[in-house]
């Protein structure tokens, strides 16, 4: 699942919104039903707006992507896409090359200090855990795995833009932030609980091999995972068909994000967290 | 037991109160707690401006843009809309660069053009020195800053002087100085006499004159080439404000009234069915417990509701998806404490001893696990934009709000119900699934 998703983060790309790269969106609606996007691309080309991308988008509505346009130059596009059929211009977002840049510099360092953070918090939460794996063993594999967690959403996006003509927008960013939240609280329920088998055994002077306590640990919260996973999806679905267009994009790739980590949290804890505790017991 | 009829009875009352004041302040036309709606579903325009401080000393930068906001703010009220909102940032890009901006929110005003035309026409005027230096053979004029502009403007008016041209009179505007400009202006005219003294208007030098004496008074004229109209509209926008600071559109954004007013629907629909879903869920599954957590998860929603009027927060799209996204999330918490519960019933516990260790037991994963959450989604509130904050706040709230109600208002609703002792009914009742125990 890893290898098709970075395959298609490398295949696809993920073509970057107006939010990152600067430039301006209109959605206009057409009262009488949207005409070919090939008649509207030659409308907007009759003004020296450069490239123009334009996609349909909801009922009876198309947006149009260019570079950044000056007030005078928005105002020409809109003229010329309602000369042949009466429009209404729903919404007109411009964004500065530089404002644009700086957005993707941040959202870079938020996922970074995001992980890192998590990094330190689990190092102390599960500090008096140090065997055998040490406390900030469990932070690492928790890094390896939201890695995993937001490559998998971010890989199925990069088909669907592929295919859809979608982008990739200032709300996928915030969906991958928020499935780092997410998917970090699944696997810590995981761990909690080996934590838990871990004190209980020494307390007792039980011995049972890392595997087991592991194997046990996963088994136990199993149920859970799957009805908290469930609930979100059920919310999640809800907003994807119910829910305002401007946020379904961003409900599909919570939704990917939710059923594949709490898939990776249930499969992929255990093998990654049992070689390192082999690599310790080595030392 | 009775302690906990007594808390449970309260945490009712206090969410029927809840409940209450969200319908209550909504339906009323006249209450302070309407939601606030966000651009993108009340529909408005934004406007995001970039104030170029390169001119300005790093000391005054604070100070030239509050005093920027105040003069944008003067323009915005005489645009005629209905609260807007007027807002600075001083963002610190990574290079180190600081950037200065001002956020512009029109509710209501999908016309872009014609409100950048509205705020763009604000002057910019600034007094320089002209000094002339020479760089080899070569000697150039370079205009000095003095620190002096548009920004220490108490106001501006028109009159009429006996210009030295016979006959006309020319137009002339007079400038009258705050006590703070009129002192710098009286200092630099004491400093620089015989030396010319240009008045720029937007960038452009519109009149040199040369300074005869100190000016005292915080007065000046500008006897520019205008015509009389020319010279009426400049005191007009000099009255309305005179930028400190050039300004450049950088961004914008307007939604229309209908796509926002669809959103609102879709929202409020969707987060409707999906907690009715999600409820519907909890207790097929898990029975006494599922109730008693949709009891919790409806407390939590009032909670959240009229938390958002109350701070207010500005609801938006990406806000709406966060909360019902939270519905989803709050529940874990429960779910957590259930499972536990019901372990501990199938190793012999009586159900009240189980309902107990299970909400101690289920601590550690519920702490480590939200205070995750919260650090991830304080992190997402720093990202900026008003889109990603709408989002952040809605979800930061959210998981705090979950962590209180699915811990303190399950586990007091639980208590109060469970008897001390428990017949094999009680193990039906706290199970879960197909399963009868």
């Not at chain 2, 006996?162 to 703070?180: C, H, I, K, M, R």
């Not at chain 2, 639980?414 to 399963?435: D, N, Q, Y």
Request: glycine share 10%; proline share 4%.
């Amino acid at each position: 699942m890893l290898a098709v998703a970075v395959g298609s983060i490398l295949f696809f790309g993920l073509p970057l919104g107006i939010d990152f790269k600067g430039g301006s969106l209109m959605q206009v609606k057409y009262e009488a039903g949207v005409p070919a996007l090939s008649d509207i691309q030659t409308e907007v080309a009759s003004v020296d707006v450069g490239t123009a991308f334009v996609r349909s988008s909801g009922e009876n509505a198309v947006s149009i992507r260019t570079r950044t346009l000056t007030p005078a130059e928005h105002e020409a596009v809109l003229s010329a896409v309602s000369k042949t059929a009466s429009t209404t211009e729903l919404a007109y977002t411009s964004v500065g090359p530089a404002l644009g840049s700086q957005f993707a510099n941040k959202a870079l360092w938020a996922i970074f200090s995001v992980m890192f953070v998590i990094v330190l918090y689990i190092a102390f939460a599960f500090r008096k855990v140090s065997r055998p794996v040490p406390s900030w063993g469990y932070g690492l594999t928790v890094v390896a795995m939201l890695a995993i967690d937001i490559i998998v959403p971010a890989g199925f996006y990069a088909a669907y833009c592929h295919f859809t003509g979608a982008e990739v927008d200032s709300l996928f960013v915030v969906a991958l932030l928020a499935l780092l939240g997410y998917c970090v609280n699944d696997v810590i329920v995981i761990f909690d609980r080996i934590r838990e088998h871990l004190a209980r055994n020494e307390k007792l002077g039980l011995k049972e091999s890392f595997e087991d306590t592991i194997g046990k640990s996963i088994n136990e919260t199993m149920t859970r995972s799957i009805n908290t996973a469930l609930t979100v999806a059920l919310a999640l679905l809800a907003l994807i068909f119910l829910g305002a267009p401007a946020t379904r994009e961003f409900s599909i790739v919570m939704l990917i994000g939710v059923v594949a980590g709490t898939f990776s949290s249930i499969c992929r804890s255990a093998p990654l967290l049992i070689p390192i505790a082999k690599w310790f017991a080595k030392k | 037991m009775t302690r906990y009829r007594v808390f449970a009875a309260i945490a009712l009352i206090a969410g029927f109160l809840l409940t209450y004041f969200v319908w209550a302040t909504e339906t009323n036309p006249y209450s302070n707690y309407h939601f606030k709606l966000g651009l993108d579903l009340a529909g408005g325009t934004e406007l995001v401006y970039k104030a170029d401080m390169s001119q300005t000393a790093a000391g005054d930068r604070s100070e030239a843009l509050s005093a920027l906001q105040g003069v944008i703010e003067r323009r915005v009220n005489l645009f005629g809309v209905a609260e807007p909102l007027v807002q600075t940032e001083q963002a610190s890009a990574l290079s180190g660069v600081t950037e200065d901006r001002l956020i512009v929110d029109l509710p209501g005003v999908t016309d872009i053009k014609a409100a950048v035309a509205a705020l763009g026409q604000t002057p910019t005027l600034e007094f320089k020195l002209a000094t002339t230096t020479r760089v080899g053979t070569t000697t150039s004029l370079v205009y000095v800053p003095t620190g002096l502009t548009g920004r220490f403007l108490s106001n501006a008016s028109l009159q009429f002087g006996s210009g030295a041209t016979a006959g006309l009179a020319a137009p002339q505007v007079l400038l009258n100085f705050d006590s703070e400009g009129g002192k710098l202006f009286e200092k630099i005219t004491s400093e620089h006499v015989g030396e010319q003294l240009a008045i720029f208007l937007d960038g452009q030098p519109i009149s040199e004159p040369v300074i005869q004496e100190a000016i005292a008074g915080g007065q000046a004229t500008i006897t520019g080439k205008f015509t009389a109209t020319e010279a009426r509209d400049l005191v007009r926008n000099l009255n309305f404000g005179a930028l400190p600071v050039p300004i450049s559109l950088e961004n914008s954004s307007a939604v229309g009234p209908t796509l926002g007013a669809a959103a609102i629907n879709a929202g409020v629909f969707a987060g409707i069915v999906g907690f009715i879903i999600v409820a519907l869920f909890m207790i097929g599954w898990y029975r006494l417990p599922g109730i008693v957590s949709a009891l919790a998860l409806a407390e939590y929603l009032a909670f959240m509701l009229a938390v958002i009027k109350i701070i207010p927060v500005t609801l938006t799209a990406s806000g709406i998806a966060g909360l019902i996204i939270s519905v989803g999330m709050a529940v874990d918490a429960n779910v957590l404490i259930f499972e536990r519960t019901k372990e501990e019933l199938r190793e012999g516990k009586t159900p009240r001893e189980a309902v107990h260790i299970g909400f101690s037991r289920a601590w550690p994963a519920i702490r480590d696990g939200h205070l995750t959450m919260i650090i991830s989604g304080i992190i997402l509130f720093w990202l900026g934009t008003s889109i990603v904050q709408g989002f952040a706040l809605v979800f930061v709230l959210g998981v705090l709000a979950s962590f209180i109600s699915a811990v303190s208002l399950s586990r007091v609703f639980l208590l109060a119900i469970v008897p001390e002792t428990g017949e094999g009914k009680w193990h039906f009742l706290l199970g879960s699934g197909g399963r009868n125990s």
